[in-house]
């Protein structure tokens, strides 16, 4: 049985940092890219990051290029976010989810997502 579990969010004022953690079992965690998204209320899904089966490859939203940085410790089966100079906008739930295998023939952040996390809420203060 798969599971991912969150953790790190919380309420953070405008400008500050928070670091996300998703722990993963049940899979072979070096085998699959890995993604984070996030869903604000009223708004649709979005790709915040995603990043390789070795981690050699990521991929960011324009959104939070240069802030978010995405991270794996294979060794321990986990995702991190590390988020800074938060904004008001990126208040959201965030979750991760496992992207494609190794076994495709690129590195693409386009899915399939078939396992995800139930998600933790980042809250930014203005």
């Known amino acids: 049985q798969v599971q991912m579990v969150e953790s790190g969010g919380g309420l953070v004022q405008a400008g500050g940092s928070l670091t996300l953690s998703c722990t993963v079992s049940g899979l072979n965690f070096d085998d699959y890219a890995m993604d984070w998204f996030r869903q604000a209320p009223g708004k649709e899904r979005e790709g915040v990051a995603c990043m390789s089966w070795s981690g050699a490859g990521t991929y960011y939203a324009d959104s939070v290029a240069g802030r978010f940085t995405i991270s794996r410790d294979n060794a321990n089966n986990t995702l991190y976010l590390q988020m800074h100079s938060l904004k008001p906008e990126d208040t959201a739930m965030y979750y991760c989810?496992?992207?494609?295998?190794?076994?495709?023939?690129?590195?693409?952040?386009?899915?399939?997502?078939?396992?995800w996390g139930q998600g933790t809420q980042v809250t930014v203060s203005s």
């Open positions: 989810a496992t992207d494609g295998h190794r076994a495709y023939p690129s590195f693409t952040c386009a899915g399939p997502w078939n396992y």
